[in-house]
């Protein structure tokens, strides 16, 4: 696919704190309503961005409190991206943490997050360097809806 120009974005910043992370939901929930979605897809957009915001504040920062990204952008065609970057320590095995049921955060993590994020998205892509961060970036088309 070739680069489009965005119709519209934000960016924002925001410390790895886990009470962000319904502030970030609540972020993407205001950016997509100018997209007039449905609810099922309002609420997979919610729950597919708090998968990676979570992912940052609790295994990115596991020490220290580090700055989480949320970019959001709407392209032509009715397309939501969203991009969630940290530029915490990495994840080692990209393939191993897309599997279901892996965790590196013990047994009360249920290893679902990427599973979640595919399932709820329309693609799914994950950048990731040992000591580096990690950006998830997922996209989703939102139904036309028809007003009368």
């Known amino acids: 696919m070739t680069r489009m120009k965005p119709e519209n974005e934000i960016k924002l910043e925001f410390p790895g704190l886990s009470r962000n992370e319904g502030f970030a939901r609540g972020a993407a ?3 997509v309503a100018q997209m007039d979605p449905n609810l ?11 998968e990676p915001v979570t992912n940052a504040i609790l295994h990115a920062y596991p020490d220290m409190i580090g700055p989480v990204y949320l970019k959001m952008r709407i392209y032509p065609g009715n397309t ?4 969630i970057k940290d530029r915490g320590k990495g994840i080692e095995n990209i393939e ?4 279901p049921m892996f965790t590196t955060g013990g047994a009360e993590r249920s290893g679902m997050g990427f599973t979640i994020m595919e399932s709820f998205m329309d693609s799914l892509k994950i950048r990731s360097a040992p000591g580096r961060g990690t950006t998830v970036i997922m996209r989703k088309k939102i139904s036309m809806r028809n007003h009368l």
């Open 96 to 99: 191993q943490a897309r599997q």
């Open 80 to 83: 939501l991206e969203l991009m």
């Open 29 to 31: 929930a205001c950016f």
């Open 40 to 50: 099922n897809e309002l609420e997979d957009i919610k729950t597919a961005v708090s």
